[in-house]
């Protein structure tokens, strides 16, 4: 594993813990799927903070281009992580008698689903090396910006 990947993780654990905290208090006052989709996005501003400051190098790109990939990336992550929350949650413990903490386990097992496919889609697309793109002048003319 190498060692971008095991930041990943750890900054991906402590972004999924505020997911499973968030989610855990949301509750109190939601209804769990509510609290699951809020307490995504707890996670996500999280693991965006953490993993643009400790896990992957500078893009090129403005917060605003990144966080737009970002979510590009979490939407495929968090349509995982709800269908199997609630699955677990609402159909599959019910139906095998399974009940201690079933909310949190199925929540927690939801959260940990995405971890690999989110890592290589954050640094393959939302992290990746913004490049610039030289036009057909002659050289010395300045640099087009083809993402921004």
């Given at each position: 594993m190498?060692?971008?990947f095991l930041r990943f993780l750890s900054t991906g654990g402590f972004a999924a813990t505020v997911n499973l905290l968030g989610r855990y208090e949301l509750n109190k006052i939601l209804?769990?799927?509510v609290a699951v989709a809020l307490?995504?996005?707890l996670g996500m501003i999280t693991a965006y903070v953490l993993a643009r400051r400790f896990v992957f190098e500078t893009s090129g790109r403005s917060v605003a281009s990144e966080l737009k990939r970002f979510t590009v990336v979490n939407a495929f992550s968090f349509?995982?992580?709800s269908s199997i929350s609630i699955g677990l949650a609402k159909y599959?413990?019910?139906?095998?008698?399974?009940?201690?903490?079933?909310?949190?386990?199925a929540h927690l097992i939801g959260v940990a689903t995405p971890a690999v496919?989110?890592?290589?889609?954050h640094r393959a697309y939302t992290f990746s090396t913004?490049?610039?793109v030289r036009s057909a002048e002659p050289v010395?003319?300045?640099k087009i910006d083809a993402f921004r």
């Amino acid at each position: 594993m190498s060692g971008q990947f095991l930041r990943f993780l750890s900054t991906g654990g402590f972004a999924a813990t505020v997911n499973l905290l968030g989610r855990y208090e949301l509750n109190k006052i939601l209804s769990f799927e509510v609290a699951v989709a809020l307490a995504y996005l707890l996670g996500m501003i999280t693991a965006y903070v953490l993993a643009r400051r400790f896990v992957f190098e500078t893009s090129g790109r403005s917060v605003a281009s990144e966080l737009k990939r970002f979510t590009v990336v979490n939407a495929f992550s968090f349509t995982l992580v709800s269908s199997i929350s609630i699955g677990l949650a609402k159909y599959l413990f019910p139906a095998i008698g399974f009940v201690w903490r079933a909310d949190d386990v199925a929540h927690l097992i939801g959260v940990a689903t995405p971890a690999v496919t989110s890592y290589f889609g954050h640094r393959a697309y939302t992290f990746s090396t913004h490049k610039t793109v030289r036009s057909a002048e002659p050289v010395g003319v300045a640099k087009i910006d083809a993402f921004r």
